[in-house]
Each structure stands twice: as structure tokens, then as C-alpha cells.
């Protein structure tokens, strides 16, 4: 991860929504900013 005050992005796609919400709190929690979509 980056030392500076910017977190990384991360795009997250998955159509299963329990799989997004796991991946969104665990990155989040790890201090990434998190875009999601459901499909390409």
C-alpha cells in the first residue's frame, strides 16, 4: 500500500453480492478505496 495520503483504488466486479461485501469491509478495513460494479 502506499505511504502517502491517497489509498489506492481498487475496482471490484462480481455479480454476487456477498462476495462484493466481503471484498468492500475486508479492503476497506486494509485502507483502499473501493469502486464496485456487478458486471463489466
Excluded: C, H, W
Amino acid at each position: 500500500m502506499k505511504s502517502d495520503s491517497n489509498p489506492l483504488r481498487v475496482l471490484v466486479v462480481d455479480d454476487e453480492p456477498p462476495i462484493r461485501r466481503f471484498l468492500r469491509t475486508s479492503l476497506t478495513a486494509q485502507g483502499y478505496d473501493i469502486v464496485e460494479a456487478e458486471d463489466g
